[in-house]
């Protein structure tokens, strides 16, 4: 009974700050779905108004979805295509270049991601090197304020959150099993997919999670490289809240990419109850 209440007070500050944090704000969006924004710009609760779902089709904001839905899963895809050899081939190298390649990949995390975003945004721009250097073969003037802008953007951006997973489930995979999957002489292919692979789902699976939902929500990026023309999920909610004032419909909007969000999370979690089995 002690330890069960101890166990209690261990987890109650986690409890709290997830209560103000995450559930609180979670509510105050969710009753804004249902106001309505008046000719004042405030929003009005005098009754239980539907008018955010009906501006989802007059604002065209299905395509808007459809595409921060399909720019996150290229980026992820894009992500996981780069981080995967990445990771593996960091697992081969000695401790001394291993740590040393984690420590490389790890730079970005101790730069301004503000800055990190600006510096591409000179990199893409009109006389940029990434753009001189691509118009050598194609007749591109400017890749800033395109949509490739973003998604290189955030792939270069994400792509540490790809292979850090992705790496620890390969560190954790014995040695042996590949040695006792040789020996039953599996060609390496097999080897790969049925030991390798397989074994590191859970950091691929993480990897996917923690790629796709900063990609479907992103603000700065889009909003950098992309321009205000660019419309995402990210920019499109932020335009609602703060130049619109239609709280509403930016609350909607944001129970989407929560929804999303949760969606991802909860495959993650099925995966690791299923793999525990």
Known sequence: MKISRFNNLLGLPGAVFLT???????????????????????????????????????????PIITKSFTTAVLVTVFCLLLGYPFAYQIRKFSNKFK????FLISIPFLTNFLARTYAWKILVSKNGLLTRFLSLFTDTETLLFTDFAVILGMVYVYLPFMILPIFSSLENIDDSLLE????????????????????????VIAGIVLTFIPSLGAYIIPQILGGSKAMYLGNFTVLQYIQASNWP???????IILIFMAVAINILFKFEGQKNL
């Not at 740590?99 to 984690?102: K, N, T």
Request: without cysteine; hydrophobic residues 45%.
């Open 20 to 62: 103000i944090f995450f559930l609180t704000p979670s509510l105050f969006i969710f009753s804004y779905i249902f106001g309505t924004r008046t000719s004042t710009g405030k929003t009005s609760f005098d009754k239980i108004y539907f008018d955010s779902f009906q501006q989802i089709l007059d604002f065209n904001v299905l």
């Open 99 to 102: 740590y040393f390649s984690l």
């Open 180 to 203: 006792s999957a040789r020996d039953l002489y599996a060609n390496p292919f097999k080897t790969f997919y049925y030991v390798t692979f397989k074994l590191s789902l859970p950091g």
């Open 249 to 255: 419909l930016g609350s909607l909007v944001s129970l």
